[in-house]
């Protein structure tokens, strides 16, 4: 997490999936399609997804 408390997400290609992380040490699922992935990690950012931590 940043030091002014907000997330920044990014996505991390591994094989045939991509997977969204933030820097909070939140990680999403594992998704074939980068657009599901990315949308995974800006819903985490603005706290829509379930395990947001802070």
Not at 3 to 28: L, P
């Amino acid at each position: 997490m940043r030091q002014d408390g907000s997330h920044e997400t990014t996505t991390v290609e591994t094989g045939r999936f991509c997977v969204a992380r933030c820097s909070c040490g939140w990680r999403g699922p594992a998704r074939r399609a980068r657009s599901k992935a990315r949308s995974d990690g800006e819903e985490h950012a603005r706290g829509l997804l379930p395990g947001n931590a802070g």
